[in-house]
């Protein structure tokens, strides 16, 4: 009895320590997003020089800042964010970087500087100044007044379509479908071959944020609830949940759509039926929406931190603390094309700009 006894122990013993074995092998969780690397702006001198934050704009192997004080500068984004090279040219508006190129915006119209080197690379005139610039592919989307134009690679312009109302939104774009919502608190569907309205329907609110994915579009509105409508044009919405008003705007990936609201909050719905599947209070304000990297999603904070979000809503912590200067403030924050890394632009405690680029530790993710 003795030794069947003394024979079961042993052999829980050993079953528990191959147990203990195999956790203790398992691999650990990747790190998540930490600073890659930070570079000053240039920053013109003297008090009366304090002035808003440049600009962003984030191509694929550079990423861009533009504004009156600072003119256009180009900053590496293969190595450690050095500066390649800085231009006279400035922007009336945040400048759109599409294909080889990063358009600026004055009243006379449009200037295309090369990304690789500070040359013009072409000319758009317009007959008043642009209200707002979006990518749409390597095409530009160009808002003045209550038109939106379309220019193709090279500068052309391609279409032109009457708004009926200041947009309210971003121009977004998905499957051959321009969206954008309106001031008077419609919604707005174009078709991009052509610029022909496909469709427009009245909201319950004005929109404030838009995205479009799969067979559905996404918005959040001023009356604090969030929105799904198929893309078919339906003005009932499929699923329209209360909540409060949103940042920036929503993403969405094969699981989830996601929004950052004011409440601090980051949700996660489900695509279609738009139940709740997590949400997480974060640790500062967002400055934006969230951003699709890699699988996960980032969120960029007042604070200047950036976190990494799982699909499962489980923040994925970084190996060690970022050693970010005291008082900084996120003014904004963009992911680079290929869903890698997240490039901001931050303002320190003696009001110098700084650029900085998060990504995954150097040799563990792609």
Not at 311 to 321: I, T
Not at 328 to 353: E, N
């Amino acid at each position: 009895m003795f030794a069947t006894s003394s024979a079961f122990l042993a052999s829980g013993i050993v079953a528990g320590c191959t147990a203990a074995h195999h956790l203790s092998t398992a691999p650990p969780e990747p790190a998540g997003l930490e600073l890659r690397w930070q570079q000053p702006i240039p920053t013109p001198e003297g008090p009366e020089s304090v002035v808003d934050a440049p600009w962003l704009a984030v191509g694929a192997h550079a990423a861009f800042v533009a504004g009156p004080a600072v003119g256009l500068m180009s900053f590496d984004l293969t190595g450690d964010g050095v500066l390649l090279w800085s231009s006279s040219h400035t922007s009336s508006r945040p400048p759109v970087a599409i294909g080889d190129v990063v358009v600026t915006a004055a009243d006379t119209g449009l200037a295309a500087i090369r990304q690789d080197r500070n040359e013009v690379a072409w000319r758009a005139g317009l007959d008043k100044a642009p209200d707002g610039m979006f990518a749409v592919d390597t095409r530009l989307a160009v808002v003045t007044g209550q038109e939106l134009r379309m220019f193709d690679s090279r500068g052309s312009q391609t279409w032109q379509a009457p708004l009926g109302s200041p947009p309210a939104t971003a121009v977004v774009f998905d499957s051959g479908v321009v969206f954008v919502g309106l001031d008077d608190g419609s919604l707005v569907a174009i078709d991009d071959a052509t610029g022909a309205v496909q469709w427009r329907f009245p909201l319950e609110a004005k929109p404030e944020s838009l995205g479009a994915a799969g067979p559905r579009v996404y918005l959040s509105a001023s009356n604090g609830h969030l929105y799904a409508f198929d893309k078919a044009g339906s003005a009932k919405p499929e699923w329209d949940y209360a909540k409060i008003r949103a940042i920036g705007a929503p993403v969405v990936d094969a699981r989830s759509v996601y929004f950052t609201l004011l409440n601090n909050i980051l949700y996660a719905f489900t695509p279609g039926g738009g139940s709740e599947r997590w949400h997480l209070s974060l640790p500062n304000r967002p400055v934006s929406g969230p951003m699709r990297i890699g699988e996960s999603v980032a969120v960029a904070l007042t604070d200047g931190r950036v976190i990494e979000v799982q699909s499962d809503g489980h923040v994925r912590r970084p190996a060690a603390a970022p050693n970010l200067p005291a008082s900084l403030t996120l003014q904004s924050a963009a992911a680079t094309p290929d869903r890698t890394r997240v490039i901001t632009v931050t303002t320190a405690q003696d009001q110098k700009w700084i650029l900085m680029a998060w990504g995954p530790p150097k040799g563990t993710r792609p």
